[in-house]
């Protein structure tokens, strides 16, 4: 058993991973440690287990085994729960340059349990807000050029190119790829019990995406939303039916991303109010009611960000579809995607060509680009839904 386990296809970066976990426990005994470094750039395509990879190194850097997967600082480190690892996300679309200060000076201090403090950095690409001030991004940088003695920085991100070049410098990279579908498929069956002809299928109209396989493995519902999605093509015909399409996508991101927060905002309100005094005799002061509105202003900007997550692979699928099309029309001797609509990639293939196949990719992109450039969800995905529209 190892910690490393669950990270699938990824032999290379496992191994550099693992050379340098065992050079920390040198470090820390004393010695030299040329494998290890204080800063990491996690990199891969979405799915490829980029956060996964980066929480595993974390727990092998506080396990006294390198990494063993039983002892009590795995379990912990791998769950999210050890008092050293530290896991933050974006609080919406992107980083607030206030996190990042909080979170810079938290990275500062020693490690409780005598060995590494060590952060993991999700979508680091958001560092970057759209506003003018310099942001999460730079007020990063400080802290990389000079850092902890004890402290790891683990930043995960889609490529290179996606990080500022000023920190991706002072970084070691650590690039994944998307895992083979037999691979992701062999972890859905040991890990989640899933059964294997649905951990195939899932694995398969995932294209090798874990997480996104593991929802539709586990999740009817998600199944659903997937069959939705991709009957969207054939049904473009008219102006009418692209803003009815939109409106639906939008509409199923808006309730997913609602059932997702919903309990968990609740919770975290209701705890929250309890802890300040709510429901006392002296009621709650200014300061009390300004924490409950920043909290609930937190639960708004991840409820956005969520929305835009189940947006987007909403919009994966379609590329997907699209992908299927036009192999279709060159004959390709490659796999679909979605076999299981092998009928209607083949209808949509028939009544198009190539080049308007290539097009309808682009607006696709340029729709993702959009959502993360803040424009309004349905304003980004009627645009694009117009684009798709079939002309015939």
Known sequence: ???FDEVVGQDAAVAQLAAAAADAASVVAGGAGPAMTHAWVVTGP????RTTAALAFAAALQCPSGGCGRCHDCRTALAGTHPDVAMVRPPGLHYLVKDVRHLVREATMAPARGRWQVVVVEDADRLEGPDLAWRGANVLLKAL???????????????????????????????????AR????????RRDGVDPALAQFAAQAAAGHIGRARRLATDESARLRRAATLRLPARLVDVGACLTGAANVVDAAEEEATAAS??????ETAALATA????????????????????????K?????????????ALLDLVAFYRDVLVTQLGAPVDLVHADVADEVAAVAAASTPTLTLA??????????MLAANVAPLLAVEAMMLALRDRR
């Open 360 to 369: 309808r990719v682009d607006a696709i992109g340029r729709c993702r680009a």
């Open 301 to 313: 900007r991840r409820s956005t960000r969520t929305q835009r997550d189940v947006l987007d692979l």
């Open 145 to 179: 050029e000079e850092p902890a003695p004890r402290t790891v920085w683990l930043l995960c991100a889609p490529s290179l190119e996606d990080v500022l070049p000023t920190i991706r410098s002072r970084c070691r990279h650590i690039g994944l790829r998307t895992p």
């Open 276 to 299: 300040l005094g709510q429901g006392s005799s002296r009621g709650l002061d200014a300061t009390a009611r300004s924490q409950l509105k920043d909290l609930e202003k937190s639960h």
């Open 1 to 3: 058993m190892s910690v």
């Open 262 to 267: 919903g309990t968990r905002d609740a919770d």
């Open 46 to 49: 979405p799915g490829s287990g």
């Open 182 to 189: 037999d691979a992701v498929a062999a972890l859905l069956v």
